[in-house]
């Protein structure tokens, strides 16, 4: 196992409301290069649990380790090892990319921090490789991330993540902008990563129908509870809790009479 | 399956109903950095939205969507506009910043994909919803009471004691409500959605979407739904307009499109969504990226990832034709003769 989670809560500060508890008793376990799904409802405490796994931020009760390095209390190489290896990309294309650093900037950056390529050449080039691999086009190293549209601020934040080749990637919505082309284009690359680097990968999506195609496990959670987690087959096939059939039921359909009839019924079963 | 049509008018698809907006050669062109030149992102779109119709926008990112619609309510300051943009007579373009500035809310309101980055933290529910009316010069009880109406309407329950609520205190889905509240109070016509529900969670996503439908049947308003979710298309919207690089490469019905995409970039598109109710290994994905706009190749800008290109592919720009109920832009379906060698890039 390559990362566990035990029991870890967390709560917000909500001055001068007392703290708000949004994760109760969250355990999950990541294995070497598997696909994991985290899905839930708005608010449901997918991204808190991601930023623990990242050590963004620090649950109040419960312990996290990775590969022997107990997350919550790292320092020193311990915890640079932990950050080179944990890798992440955002929900938001816009909010995580330094307007003022050009692509190769951004993309190398990694490298750089790490010490993983000593000189600029070397780093050009591994920045050059990792934009073709997500389906940019390297002539674009120079320009400023400001004139690029979402997808592609997308795709340069998934390079910058893979270019150090780290052991888990977090990734909290990663083609939630992305049109379908390109979404298709980043799963199969994450999936082919996956397989290659033997990369795991924890995928925070509300997209089902993508997460159903990348991951091989789900974890369903709901108001900061895991209220089932399965295998792909178990969850999408056999969901045991009303919360996760409600769920699937309201995923959108891309067939106008499968979509429409079933977005019909459940008007109809709401109504009643 | 396919009806006579008379050949109708060939700038748009006519809709069923009377035309709101006719758009028509509209161009954007954007500043490239300080060097006074510029880029032709927009590229001559046609199309026209009838009263109360639901048209979605599709396509690749980057191939203009946002700035077509922002276009439509010149939003961007810096953008160079051409072509027309016909709304109930009238020609947007033509228009003084300050008829524009009455316009927008009153006439084609927009919402956004980020309800948060459009809601002000320190200003009260009501006070923002309000606001659209009180720059309009309604009296401020007056504006109060619409708003309460419209976020009644629009399912926030217990809006009268909400309306002294601020943001924060609202879920998502809640906020998106609110930011379609700010855009309905002034009684549009026309709503423009840039990826409104992308934000959110299925469930919510599903009552938003719900209630663009009851809206909009309610009040006879025409949406203009860009996305990428073809769930989301298929269903919600009546028409469907794909768009690859600064053009609109098909235009039909929802129907017809899903059920046989003519282009063959819609027919990629579909292919590659991954389904809730099917099992696949790879997914489908179209080769390579769409072109920069600085470097759009000769001939159909979709060649040099086009499966089914020809000979005349790389040379001659498809037109945007009627075909049957459609408007395709591609050579396969402009009722030319042509031998077809398609160049297979495998070489097989
Ligand atoms: N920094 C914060 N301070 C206070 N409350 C917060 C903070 N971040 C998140 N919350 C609250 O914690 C809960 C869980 O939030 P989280 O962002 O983890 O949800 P999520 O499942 O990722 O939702 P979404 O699908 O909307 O991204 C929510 O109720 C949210 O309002
Ligand atoms: N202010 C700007 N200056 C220069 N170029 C711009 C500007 N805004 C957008 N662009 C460019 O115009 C093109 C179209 O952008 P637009 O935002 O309309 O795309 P989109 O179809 O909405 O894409 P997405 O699905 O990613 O939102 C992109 O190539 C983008 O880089
Ligand atoms: S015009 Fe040619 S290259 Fe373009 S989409 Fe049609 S077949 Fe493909
Ligand atoms: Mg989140
Ligand atoms: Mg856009």
Partial sequence: MLMSIDSIAKSYNAFPNPPAKVLHDVTLKVDTGEAIGLVGESGSGKSTIAKCMLALIRPEAGAITYDGIDVIHAKGEDLRRFRREVQMVFQDPYGSLNPRMTVEELIGEGLLIHKLEPTAAARRARVAEMMEMVGLNPNDMDRYTRSFSGGQRQRIAIARALVIRPRILVCDEPVAALDVSVQAQVINLLQDMQRKLNLAIVFVAHDLAVVRHLCERIVVLHKGKVVEQGTREQIFDNPQMPYTQSLLAAVPVPDPVVGRARRAARRLETAN | ?348
Avoid: W
């Avoid at chain 2, 609109?248 to 109710?277: C, M, N, W």
């Fill in chain 2, 1 to 348: 399956m396919r009806t006579v049509h008379p050949m109708p008018d060939q700038s748009a698809v006519t809709p069923l109903r009377q035309p709101l907006v006719t758009v028509d050669k509209l161009t954007v062109d954007m500043p490239l950095g300080r060097s006074g030149s510029s880029v032709r992102i927009v590229d001559g779109v046609d199309f026209s939205i009838g009263v109360g119709e639901r048209v979605a926008l599709v396509g690749e990112s980057g191939s203009g969507k946002s700035l077509t619609a922002r276009a439509l309510m010149r939003l961007d300051r810096l953008a160079r506009l051409s072509g027309r943009v016909d709304f109930d007579g009238t020609d947007l373009l033509k228009l003084s910043d300050r008829d524009m500035g009455r316009l927008r809310g009153s006439s084609i309101a927009m919402v956004f994909q980020d309800p948060m980055s459009f809601l002000d933290p320190l200003m009260t529910i009501g006070d923002q919803v309000a606001e659209t009316l009180r720059i309009r010069g309604v009296g401020k009880a007056e504006a109060r009471k619409r708003a309460l109406a419209v976020l009644d309407e629009l399912g926030v329950d217990r809006a009268a004691e909400r309306l002294d609520a601020y943001p924060h205190e609202f879920s998502g889905g809640m906020r998106q409500r609110v930011v379609l509240a700010m855009a309905l109070v002034g009684e549009p016509r026309l709503l423009i959605a840039d990826e409104p529900t992308t934000a959110l969670d299925v469930r919510v996503q599903d009552q938003v979407l719900d209630l663009l439908d009851d809206v909009s049947a309610r009040r006879g308003l025409a949406v203009l739904f860009i996305t990428h979710d073809l769930g989301v298309v298929a269903g919600f919207a009546e028409r469907v307009m794909v768009m690859y690089s600064g053009r609109i490469v098909e235009d039909g019905e929802v129907a017809s499109v899903f059920a046989k995409p003519s282009h063959p970039y819609t027919q990629g598109l579909i292919k590659a969504v991954p389904r809730i109710d099917q099992d696949l290994n790879t997914l489908y994905a179209i080769p390579g990226a769409p072109p920069p706009p600085l470097a759009r190749p000769n001939g159909c800008p979709f060649h040099p990832r086009c499966d089914q290109r020809f000979e005349r592919c790389d040379k001659d720009l498809p037109a945007l034709l009627q075909v049957g109920l459609s408007r395709v832009a591609c050579h396969l379906h402009d009722g030319q003769q042509h031998d077809r060698h398609p160049h297979d890039r495998k070489g097989a």
